[in-house]
């Protein structure tokens, strides 16, 4: 089972679907390093946000905030990913999209 109790079936699925209506090759490695930012939220902040931003733009991370993006943005975004952190939320489900074998 994929996360979310979805099969593996089912979100090849979706994946091939969005792919497909947005005209997107699926990739086999990503490059982009990828942090998800939760701004508008009110639990699971990290503490010390600014910090760990500095240090993951210092390798060169990208800070993403998927919710203020176009879908067709997002599924291009993710599928060009080689790793992807954040903390726990709606955003990160978006890893479905990233290359097969990407970091999480």
């Known amino acids: 089972m994929a996360p979310g109790g979805h099969s593996r079936l089912q ?3 979706l994946r091939e679907k969005l792919f497909t209506a947005f005209g997107i090759q699926e990739t086999k ?3 982009r390093r990828l942090f998800i930012l939760r701004r508008d939220v009110a639990t699971r902040n990290i503490v010390n946000e600014q910090e760990l931003i500095s240090a993951l733009k210092a390798w060169d991370c990208e800070i993403v905030v998927p919710e ?3 879908l067709s ?3 291009i975004l993710f ?3 080689s790793i992807i952190c ?3 939320g709606s955003g990160m489900t978006n890893h479905v999209f990233a290359p097969r074998g990407r970091q999480l």
Do not use: H, N, R
């Open 73 to 75: 943005e997002q599924l």
């Open 79 to 81: 599928s060009e990913a």
């Open 29 to 31: 490695i990503g490059t």
């Open 11 to 13: 979100m090849g699925w």
């Open 86 to 88: 954040g903390t726990s």
């Open 68 to 70: 203020k993006l176009p």
